[in-house]
């Protein structure tokens, strides 16, 4: 009789174990969002959103004081290229690139104008269909391209070390502005990072 006790007993506090278990792990989400310009709690040593965004606004607010920039009589025009990666940390450069493009152009105040050349490509053929009658002319006529005054590069680099104690990161992104008719460098900017940590970035 009190072994039949005892065994309804355990499972009953197993059972209450199992259920508390279940509701503990339905009350805290495997996922939640961050703010992609904070630091977050699965960091390291490597290159990172805020990094880039910092960066890349550093960048904005520094080329409008330019005096080719700032005292033009009509926004000058900048193609930005894509972003060069010349560190060890395998990021996809297209997203940076995106990143950059999308910061300079939010915090430049108008005082310059940015070319996308992406869908060129697109034009063009779009163009030569209008040329030939397969498809309505538009009534601004033929397509003309806007050329641009200065060319953006932004490039990474960067320099690792690894000890018993951890790692460490250092990474310069490195900014130039050159005028397209001279190939004169007119401005150049670099923001600096240097991280210390547990371990390095993994990038999927």
Known sequence: MHM??????????????SLLF?????SEPNVRYVDPNAQGTVASTGIESQDVNAAALQAAQSIVNVPEIAHALTPPTIIITPVLNKSSSPIDTSLYTSI???TLLNNSGGKVQFIDRTNAAVNEKEQQMADAGTVQQSPQGDRTALSYDYILTAELQGIGMASAQGQSDYFRISFKLIARKTDLLIWTNAYQIKKEGKESAVYR
């Open 4 to 17: 039949s006790l005892f065994f309804r007993g355990a499972a009953t506090v197993a059972l209450g174990g």
């Open 22 to 26: 279940l509701a503990g792990c339905g």
């Open 100 to 102: 950059l493009r999308d």
